[in-house]
């Protein structure tokens, strides 16, 4: 099968092909239909995680399955099935508590004496998230599926898959959201937007979008932001807290940055919970007040959206099919799958960084928002 492949942190990814094993007693094989391309996978391009090489990118898909193994009874050739990186096994104490999102994975892999998924030659090719879906085929294990019966696209299952999942599933199941309560979110990218969703389907009072970008404030009013603050403008810590009295009850940070997951505790009032859904570089350290402590502030993270997705995602495209809850807004290009690289370029070049540079030089903290915010729209390649 044609798969794009990484060889080499900061190098381009290359169209080759790569030998698919045929489905063990618990796999699935999937004809790919249409993946997001995600800004998990650019910090591995960009060597700010590890993996190791070769691997097959990409984790936000959907797709039909083509083959299942001896041992699968809940998916057959031809369902269509959105593929979760929280694989669970369903067994194991995290499983058995009902956290599936922070399973151990034990058993879910092939192990060293059996022939690998995916080869080159006689070569393992790393699955990167045990799923590999920048390729025509996946080959995975059933407890990464989810069967889908409405009538949805592929490209919106596959946004379910990774990106409307974690935003959602930060607001409505890991912070738990309250009816009435007040919201901040720390970058209007793809995750952001759908945090700010999701605290607009828990029934927030307000919901304040902080971001560097005109474009992407102005998107978040359009997911159900009651206010916006441009960081390029000010102190947004003091903004935030004008705007509220204060400080908000929940705030998510869904950037990545050092800077911003401080600024996700600053923000809070007493009682406060701070979420950072960003992926922060291995290695770095954020500082908080310690005193702020005393006033029962807390922050914590939040992996895939805390999800149990299995039950969350049909009910996401429920609230899609309902009206709720916004996909289509989220698709901004489509491509192929040998447009791979140029799809990247593309979600680091969303708006002109020179141009938003010039816009926001008085302020740091700015700097880094944009930065980050830049590479965090969504595309579609449709296989």
Same mark, same amino acid.
């Given at each position: 099968?044609?798969?794009?492949?990484?060889?080499?942190?900061?190098?381009?990814?290359?169209?080759?092909?790569?030998?698919?094993?045929?489905? %063990?007693?618990?796999?699935?094989?999937?004809?790919?239909?249409?993946?997001?391309? &995600?800004?998990?996978?650019?910090?591995?391009?960009?060597?700010?995680?590890?993996?190791?090489?070769?691997?097959?990118?990409?984790?936000?898909?959907?797709?039909?399955?083509?083959?299942?193994?001896?041992?699968?009874?809940?998916?057959?050739?031809?369902?269509?099935?959105? &593929?979760?990186?929280?694989?669970?096994? %369903?067994?194991?104490?995290?499983?058995?508590?009902?956290?599936?999102?922070?399973?151990?994975?034990? %058993?879910?892999?092939?192990?060293?004496? +059996?022939?690998?998924?995916?080869?080159?030659?006689?070569?393992?090719?790393?699955?990167?998230?045990?799923?590999?879906?920048?390729?025509?085929?996946?080959?995975?294990?059933?407890?990464?599926?989810?069967?889908?019966?409405?009538?949805?696209?592929?490209?919106?299952?596959?946004?379910?898959?990774?990106?409307?999942?974690?935003?959602?599933?930060?607001?409505?199941?890991?912070?738990?959201?309250?009816?009435?309560?007040?919201?901040?979110?720390?970058?209007? %990218?793809?995750?952001?937007?759908?945090?700010?969703?999701?605290?607009?389907?828990?029934?927030?009072?307000?919901?304040?979008?902080?971001?560097?970008?005109?474009?992407?404030?102005?998107?978040?009013?359009?997911?159900?932001?009651?206010?916006?603050?441009?960081?390029?403008?000010?102190?947004?810590?003091?903004?935030?807290?004008?705007?509220?009295?204060?400080?908000?009850?929940?705030?998510?940070?869904?950037?990545?940055?050092?800077?911003?997951? +401080?600024?996700?505790?600053?923000?809070?009032?007493?009682?406060?919970?701070?979420?950072?859904?960003?992926?922060?570089?291995?290695?770095?350290?954020?500082?908080?007040?310690?005193?702020?402590?005393?006033?029962?502030?807390?922050?914590?993270?939040?992996?895939?959206?805390?999800?149990?997705?299995?039950?969350?995602?049909?009910?996401?495209?429920?609230?899609?099919?309902?009206?709720?809850?916004?996909?289509?807004?989220?698709?901004?290009?489509?491509?192929?799958?040998?447009?791979?690289?140029?799809?990247?370029?593309?979600?680091?070049?969303?708006?002109?960084?020179?141009?938003?540079?010039?816009?926001?030089?008085?302020?740091?903290?700015?700097?880094?928002?944009?930065?980050?915010?830049?590479?965090? &729209?969504?595309?579609?390649?449709?296989?």
């Amino acid at each position: 099968m044609k798969a794009a492949v990484l060889h080499e942190v900061n190098q381009p990814l290359q169209i080759e092909d790569v030998d698919i094993s045929s489905p %063990g007693p618990r796999e699935v094989l999937v004809r790919t239909r249409a993946s997001g391309v &995600c800004h998990s996978d650019l910090h591995f391009v960009e060597g700010l995680y590890s993996t190791t090489m070769p691997v097959l990118l990409g984790h936000e898909a959907a797709g039909t399955v083509e083959a299942v193994g001896s041992q699968v009874h809940y998916v057959s050739p031809g369902d269509r099935v959105i &593929c979760c990186l929280s694989v669970f096994c %369903g067994v194991c104490e995290r499983c058995t508590t009902g956290r599936p999102v922070l399973c151990s994975r034990t %058993g879910l892999l092939r192990g060293p004496d +059996e022939a690998p998924r995916l080869s080159q030659g006689g070569v393992p090719v790393t699955q990167f998230a045990n799923l590999g879906a920048y390729a025509e085929m996946m080959l995975v294990h059933e407890n990464s599926l989810v069967k889908i019966e409405q009538d949805i696209g592929f490209e919106q299952m596959a946004l379910i898959g990774c990106g409307a999942t974690t935003g959602l599933g930060a607001a409505l199941n890991t912070a738990k959201v309250e009816p009435g309560s007040t919201v901040a979110v720390i970058g209007a %990218g793809g995750v952001g937007l759908n945090a700010i969703q999701g605290a607009k389907l828990a029934g927030a009072l307000r919901i304040i979008a902080i971001d560097a970008v005109e474009d992407k404030l102005t998107l978040a009013r359009e997911f159900g932001a009651t206010d916006v603050i441009d960081a390029s403008t000010g102190d947004a810590e003091k903004q935030v807290k004008d705007l509220t009295g204060g400080g908000v009850d929940y705030s998510f940070e869904a950037i990545g940055k050092k800077e911003t997951a +401080e600024l996700s505790f600053e923000i809070l009032r007493a009682g406060g919970t701070a979420t950072i859904i960003g992926m922060i570089p291995l290695g770095t350290k954020i500082e908080l007040d310690g005193y702020a402590f005393l006033r029962e502030r807390r922050i914590q993270g939040s992996s895939m959206g805390s999800n149990h997705f299995r039950v969350d995602m049909p009910r996401y495209i429920d609230f899609y099919l309902q009206g709720r809850l916004k996909l289509d807004e989220l698709v901004t290009r489509r491509l192929k799958l040998e447009d791979i690289n140029d799809a990247f370029k593309y979600m680091k070049e969303c708006v002109s960084l020179e141009k938003i540079i010039q816009s926001i030089q008085n302020s740091l903290y700015a700097n880094y928002l944009t930065e980050k915010a830049l590479k965090e &729209c969504f595309l579609c390649l449709v296989q």
